[in-house]
């Protein structure tokens, strides 16, 4: 893992290539436009609802690489981002698709 903490940067990777770019600050730049520190409706209005998630997580993307957007604990507004490998993505609990809504 290389972590470039003053730009807020993390990528992990392994003997197969890049698994995961983790974007923790507004300074680390943007993943398809969208940023950390903007707002949910953004991402929402951007995106389209978000394909998973559980709690102030979602998840966007295709069958490759995902998108995990996950948002500030009191405000509706992005904490951080990841771009992650399909291979490395989580099991979804369906049951908590809606749970990732503007404020």
Do not use: C
């Not at 903007?38 to 559980?54: A, H, N, Y």
């Amino acid at each position: 893992m290389l972590e470039y903490n003053a730009k807020g940067l993390e990528v992990t990777a392994s003997k197969d290539g890049v698994q995961m770019i983790r974007l923790f600050r507004p300074e680390a730049g943007s993943v398809g436009g969208l940023s950390v520190g903007d707002m949910s409706r953004d991402v929402i209005t951007k995106w389209g609802l978000p394909q998973g998630g559980e709690g102030r997580v979602a998840h966007f993307g295709t069958n490759n690489w995902v998108i995990l957007v996950r948002l500030s604990d009191k405000e509706a507004n992005v904490a951080e981002m990841a771009l992650a490998s399909a291979r490395m993505r989580p099991q979804q609990d369906n049951s908590q698709l809606n749970t990732f809504k503007t404020q």
